[in-house]
């Protein structure tokens, strides 16, 4: 079996598993996406969402952070991991979104990546959840996993990895490939003690080994 047939499959088959797959971050708008994207680098998508319940309420919007002073900022989410360093970040991406932007998240990779704090992963999800543009795949530690165990591609570099299942998935379904390998890598395909024996995709995976 191809690669190409293989995506297929697998997207088959973990959407029985997972009708509901999309990001677990809560957000209104773009910009409260970019926020917890920014917030959620190694740092758990239920821990961002406690900190920007009470976060969204006080700022919300590019203008609320420009005028926060960046002790605010930090004081609001100080239970998330570096996060005197992400306060500095969405708060210069803020300023930036209303001097460059007239205060709207822009739609478009290349100028998503120049804001402070957003790499490429973070600008897929942006696209793709807030915005439904389908420009890359957004791989996280668990696509990057699953993607290596599932042999569907040999690279390290989650770029790399990001062009490599690009080839083989349909592009109408690119945003949906990373969120169902995230949920599974969640709860099946963990980095340790993987659960083969719940897997559905145990026939297909060459790392099935107990
Ligand atoms: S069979 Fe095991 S290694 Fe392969 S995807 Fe399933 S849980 Fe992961």
Known sequence: MDNREKIKIIIQKLEKLYPEAKTALKFQTPFQL??????????????VNKVTET????????????????????????????????????????EMIVKNYNGNVPNKMEELVKLPGVARKTANILLSEAYGINEGIAVDTHVKRLAQRLALSKNNDPEK????????????????????????????CQARNPKHNECVLFDICPSNQY
């Open 34 to 47: 970019l926020v917890a994207t920014i917030l959620s680098a190694q740092t758990t998508d239920d821990r």
């Open 161 to 188: 990895i990001e062009k490599d299942l690009m080839e083989i998935t349909p592009k109408e379904r690119w945003r949906d490939l990373s969120n169902l390998l995230i949920l599974h890598g969640r709860r099946i």
């Open 55 to 94: 976060l969204f309420k006080r700022m919300s919007t590019p203008q609320d952070f420009v005028k926060a002073s960046i002790e605010d900022i930090m004081h609001e989410i100080k239970s998330v991991n570096f996060y005197k360093n992400k306060a500095k970040n969405i708060k210069k991406t803020a």
